[in-house]
C-alpha cells in the first residue's frame, strides 16, 4: 500500500503571495488533516476532511483554506502569506474513527520571505 | 481544551543505555488516547506506541514502553537498549475519545544517542 506523498517538498514565496499545497492520502483511508510545524514547536491542526467537507479547525484565519477531492487527496491553500506563515506543513490520512490511526506524509517546508 | 507538555527539550542517551521522556497533559475528558511519535530528519512523523486511557496495563512495543499514570496525567515513554536510530525529535499527542478530534502535539524533545 501507498503512504502519503506530499508536494512540493520545498517551497518559497513572497509576503502577500498565495500557495497551494497538495498532499494524496494512503489507500484505504478517507480523511485528511493537516497540520502546521513552526521551527522547534510541535505540530499544530489547521484543518480535517472528511468526504470532501471540512468537518474540523483549528484557531488558524481564513486564509488558510482547504480542499478534498474524490479520491481523497487533499490541498492546502494559504492566501495572503505573512512571514509567521514559514513552517513545516504535515499532511496526514486517517480512516474515520480510527484514534491515532494516522499516517503522515514528510511534509513541505514553505519558507515566506 | 487540552494541553500537552514536555519539559525536556533535549536529551542525550550512551548506546545501549535506557532514557525516559517525560509527558505530562491536562484534559476533562474520561476516556482518551495518548501517543508517542517519532519524527527523525526524513520529517514523517512515525507513531511509536499509543496508549488507551481506559487501559490500566501499561503499553509496551519492543524496546518502547511508556509508564501511564492517569490520576497524575502523566505518560512517559522508556526507550531501552538505545540505538542510534532512535535519534530523532519526540513528540507526545493526546487525542479526544472521537475521529473526528485533532491530535494535540507537545513542543517535543530532542533525543541524541552517542555512540
Known amino acids: 500500500e501507498t503512504g502519503v506523498t506530499q508536494s512540493p517538498t520545498h517551497l518559497i514565496k513572497t509576503r502577500g503571495q498565495q500557495v497551494t499545497l497538495r498532499c494524496s492520502s494512503q489507500?484505504?483511508?478517507?480523511?485528511v488533516s493537516w497540520y502546521q510545524q513552526a521551527l522547534g514547536q510541535g505540530p499544530q491542526f489547521i484543518f480535517q476532511?472528511?468526504?470532501?467537507?471540512?468537518?474540523g479547525r483549528g484557531n488558524f484565519p481564513p486564509r488558510f483554506s482547504g480542499l478534498q477531492f474524490p479520491n481523497y487527496s487533499s490541498e492546502l491553500n494559504v492566501n495572503a502569506l505573512e512571514l509567521d506563515d514559514s513552517a513545516l506543513y504535515l499532511c496526514?490520512?486517517?480512516?474515520?474513527?480510527?484514534?491515532?490511526?494516522?499516517?503522515f506524509g514528510s511534509g513541505t517546508r514553505l519558507t515566506v520571505v | 481544551a487540552q494541553t500537552v507538555t514536555q519539559s525536556q527539550p533535549e536529551m542525550s542517551v550512551q548506546e545501549a543505555e535506557t532514557v525516559t521522556l517525560s509527558c505530562t497533559y491536562d484534559?476533562?475528558?474520561?476516556?482518551?488516547?495518548l501517543f508517542w511519535y517519532k519524527q527523525p530528519p526524513s520529517r514523517q512523523m512515525i507513531l511509536v506506541i499509543r496508549q488507551e486511557a481506559y487501559k490500566q496495563q501499561n503499553a509496551t512495543e519492543n524496546r518502547f514502553s511508556v509508564n501511564f499514570q492517569k490520576a497524575a496525567k502523566s505518560f512517559s515513554l522508556k526507550i531501552s537498549d538505545s540505538q542510534l536510530g532512535d535519534t530523532a525529535m519526540y513528540f507526545c499527542?493526546?487525542?479526544?475519545?472521537?475521529?473526528?478530534?485533532?491530535?494535540?502535539f507537545g513542543k517535543g524533545t530532542r533525543l541524541s544517542v552517542i555512540a
Open positions: 496526514a490520512s486517517s480512516w474515520t474513527a480510527h484514534p491515532g490511526g494516522y499516517t
Open positions: 484534559t476533562s475528558e474520561s476516556n482518551y488516547y
Open positions: 489507500s484505504g483511508h478517507n480523511t
Open positions: 499527542a493526546f487525542q479526544g475519545d472521537s475521529g473526528n478530534t485533532p491530535l494535540v
Open positions: 476532511y472528511y468526504r470532501e467537507e471540512e468537518n
